[in-house]
């Protein structure tokens, strides 16, 4: 089956690459991306994804829930690779997805660092990879505008 993949980045002024590592690398920082419409559970052994080891092994599985209430999907969390505070890799798989392969890195630049995230995918059921792909980039832009906005209000308080 045909991966299908996208890339989604942000630039962000004025801040270290380990403090957006600090919020990028934490659960809570992912369902603020990804919230209020979608949240990922996870163990609270594993309350930052740096506690996750990056051993190729499935380590537990996270529920994607619809307002934090209607579970929809069983994600799969596997990362082959974890290097704070630069970037991961992540190979897992959900009900819809055969194989997700998600990169994400944190790169110091001259006025702060960049956020980008390197996605592909192999759908499960053939024929869906151009709409699955379309709504995780879809899901990948509404992230980094979250991201994006989290830190030019980081001055202010929450």
């Known amino acids: ?15 270290t690459q380990e403090e957006v590592w600090e919020r990028v ?34 380590h537990f599985t996270s529920y ?6 209607v579970p929809f999907d069983a994600h799969r969390i596997t990362f082959r690779e974890l290097v704070v505070p630069s970037h991961f890799d992540e190979c897992s798989s959900n009900l819809l997805l055969r194989r997700w392969l998600h990169h994400r890195s944190v790169t110091p630049t001259e006025d702060g660092v960049c956020v980008r995230d390197r996605c592909s995918l192999v759908p499960r059921i053939p024929g869906t990879g151009a709409l699955l792909a379309r709504i995780y980039a879809a899901i990948f832009r509404r992230r980094h505008r979250r991201l994006r906005a989290w830190f030019s209000e980081a001055d202010e308080p929450h």
Do not use: C
Not at 64 to 69: A, E, N
């Open 64 to 69: 994607f829930k619809l307002g934090g209430v």
């Open 1 to 15: 089956m045909a991966s299908r993949s996208f890339e989604e980045h942000s630039e962000l002024e004025g801040v």
């Open 25 to 58: 690398a934490s659960w809570e920082g992912v369902n603020h991306e990804l919230g209020p419409i979608l949240t990922m559970s996870h163990p609270a052994r594993y309350a930052k994804v740096a506690d996750v080891p990056a051993d190729g092994q499935v």
